[in-house]
């Protein structure tokens, strides 16, 4: 399986063989759909909080006596039915996160990835690399290779200006080698991977 190579300018200037074992096998949507649903739900702030009828403040008497008044039987005006009472079973601060494996992780990267080759929305640039942080310069730059809806910019490491370069359009996400995710990817339009980004990616999933 190969792919073409591009400059900045988008200008084909080789070919580049893609690994079969990464780019070339049958996704599993099923696995892809556990992976996405964990890093939602790893996302998750998780700060919700309301206050049950212990923590509202007031009702600390009986409103009125039990019977004999011909109204329903109160113990608390904090109680749920009130105004400004209680929630009842009121959600708290927690922690949404829970872990998979990493054979299941690797195995949803390996398909997203093969389904963009499939889908021919894989670009790989020689070099990306920018003189300063020019977002009109990076708008051209994704012009010109095809990718100025909702691209993934994929880059062998950390680059400042290639992320600030990037930052202000719309859509448009960078990441780095090591650290880039599968709903990223998912999510992308077109991935647009560095030549030693795509590297470092086969050497990690090979």
Known sequence: MKTNVYDMTGK??????????IFGIEPNQSVVHDVVKNHLANCRQGTQSALTRAEVSGGGIKPWRQKGTGRARQGSIRAPQWYHGGIVFAPKPRSYSYTLNKKVKRLAMKSVLSAKAAS?????IDSIKMEAPKTKAFAAFLKAIGAEKKPLIVTAEADELV??????????????????????????????????????IEEVLA
Do not use: H, T, W
């Open 12 to 21: 084909q200037v080789g070919e580049v063989e893609l690994s079969e074992a």
């Open 120 to 124: 021919e929305d894989i670009i790989v």
């Open 163 to 200: 992320v600030k370069s990037a930052r202000n359009i719309p859509g448009c996400l960078v990441a780095f080698a090591g650290v880039m995710n599968v709903y990223d990817i998912l999510n992308a339009k077109k991935f647009v991977v560095e030549q030693a980004a795509l590297a470092k």
